[in-house]
């Protein structure tokens, strides 16, 4: 979610879009578990929110990553990157 608003401020359906897209649909993101992440992480001082309307003239949540966010996503992204690439060694490891 941070990386998607890494990109710009976004509301809560652009954020699932988003990650759809990027994941060609592999990733599912249920509506309830973003509420509940975006509302942590709100908590956290990762990503502010305010009100604005959607292109459909919608009234919408829009969430913006904070500096906090920023330095989060960096060193989260370099853990998960690390964990991936270790992750990856030993699935492809051949047997003896």
């Known amino acids: ?27 599912q993101v249920d509506d309830g578990a973003l509420f509940q992440a975006l509302h942590r992480m709100e908590e ?11 292109e459909n003239n919608r009234r919408a949540r829009y969430y913006r990553m904070t500096a906090t966010g920023r330095a989060h996503l960096r ?7 690390d964990y991936a690439t270790a992750l990856t060694a030993v ?6």
Do not use: C, N, Y
Request: glycine fraction near 6%.
């Open 44 to 54: 956290r001082k990762l990503i502010d929110a305010d009100w604005g309307v959607t």
């Open 91 to 96: 699935l492809g490891a051949k047997s003896a």
């Open 75 to 81: 060193t989260e992204s370099a853990r998960l990157a």
């Open 1 to 27: 979610m941070l990386k998607a608003l890494s990109w710009g401020p976004l509301h809560a359906f652009e954020i699932i879009s988003w990650i759809d897209a990027r994941s060609a649909q592999r990733l």
